[in-house]
């Protein structure tokens, strides 16, 4: 039994510099699992396993005995419909509670957006002691666009500090901890109550494009985004114009099309923009093993991945 592992777009001094601790940490936590690295990928027949990040289908082979594929990837729009996918199912390799580094990430932009910090770093620039009313958590709404394991985490955290956190999802779901809108029909009642919304969402048909012109017009004027979804979510003349006109107050934006973001962009200088380089979560080697080893697991066991991509809804 073997598991091949390929990470596209990474220098290969880089993987080749990683080897040593893939294979350690595969040996500590399933000591009988022969790892390979592409291209050395030996015997086809042998390899049930595959773990990539944005992998070209177009150059890998065929694997004849594949029984699982693992995307390190967040987002699967970019591959998930090539013609040479293997039929093998697909699973995220996240962590069941969510990252951590997500969750201090999104509590950290949502705060500094709350406690209106870019406008206090702009006076302190014009050298200028600025004292304004102060809005306390119970009086700021804070809707979270998606609410799968990335989002519960720290929508949870907010709720502790006594923010309204609300959530907007496709499909009806019960039990939730925080109050749950659903499908296109609800999307401008939870907007229309959200100060600052906080996109975590999948990059699919239904979902390109969704903050916009018209969904901008939705949120209550001086609203505020927070977006570590996909650059795609956002149309960014879009998003200009509505902080221009004061319909937005404020945008984070950690995920950008395209990335590098060009030079060129208005983005990068926008007074009311915070541009950072996708840099929202890095998963350690540990964290990605972990994952990948229980859902092997779980398969020797007769069971599922943990977390199956379903390719027909795109996540």
């Not at 406690?115 to 306390?136: G, H, L």
């Not at 989002?151 to 949870?156: E, G, H, Q, S, V």
């Not at 499908?183 to 903050?211: K, N, Y």
């Not at 540990?286 to 007769?302: D, H, P, W």
Request: with cysteine; charged share 20%; glycine share 6%.
């Amino acid at each position: 039994m073997a598991i091949q592992l390929r990470w596209a777009r990474v220098l290969c001094a880089k993987v080749v510099a990683e080897q040593p601790r893939w294979r350690e940490t595969f040996k500590q936590q399933l000591p009988d699992l022969p790892i390979r690295f592409w291209p050395e990928a030996g015997e086809l027949r042998e390899i049930e396993y595959l773990a990539f990040m944005h992998p070209d289908f177009d150059k890998l082979p065929a694997f004849p005995n594949l029984k699982a594929m693992f995307s390190r990837s967040a987002g699967v729009e970019s591959f998930i419909t090539h013609p040479k996918l293997p039929k093998a199912p697909l699973g995220k390799v996240e962590p069941a509670g969510g990252d951590p580094m997500m969750t201090e990430y999104v509590v950290m932009h949502v705060l500094r957006l709350h406690r209106d910090m870019p406008a206090y770093q702009a006076a302190q620039a014009n050298r200028e002691w600025r004292r304004v009313p102060i809005t306390r958590p119970e009086q700021r709404r804070v809707g979270f666009l998606g609410f799968g394991m990335m989002a519960t985490a720290p929508a949870l955290v907010l709720k502790s500090l006594g923010f309204k956190v609300s959530a907007w999802v496709r499909s009806p779901r019960q039990g939730a901890e925080v109050p749950i809108f659903h499908g296109p029909d609800q999307l401008e009642p939870f907007l229309s109550q959200t100060d600052i919304a906080v996109c975590l969402l999948p990059l699919t048909r239904e979902t390109e494009g969704i903050f916009c012109a018209r969904t901008f017009a939705m949120m209550p004027r001086g609203a505020m985004l927070v977006n570590v979804g996909r650059g795609k979510h956002v149309v960014d003349k879009d998003l200009i114009a509505a902080l221009d006109s004061g319909q937005l107050s404020y945008a984070a934006l950690d995920a950008l099309w395209p990335e590098p973001l060009p030079s060129e962009s208005p983005l990068w200088l926008h007074p009311k923009v915070t541009v950072m380089p996708h840099v929202a979560r890095r998963p350690t080697v540990a964290q990605l093993v972990t994952e990948i080893v229980a859902n092997i697991r779980s398969l020797r066991a007769g069971g599922r991945l943990l977390q199956e991509i379903d390719l027909t809804m795109g996540y």
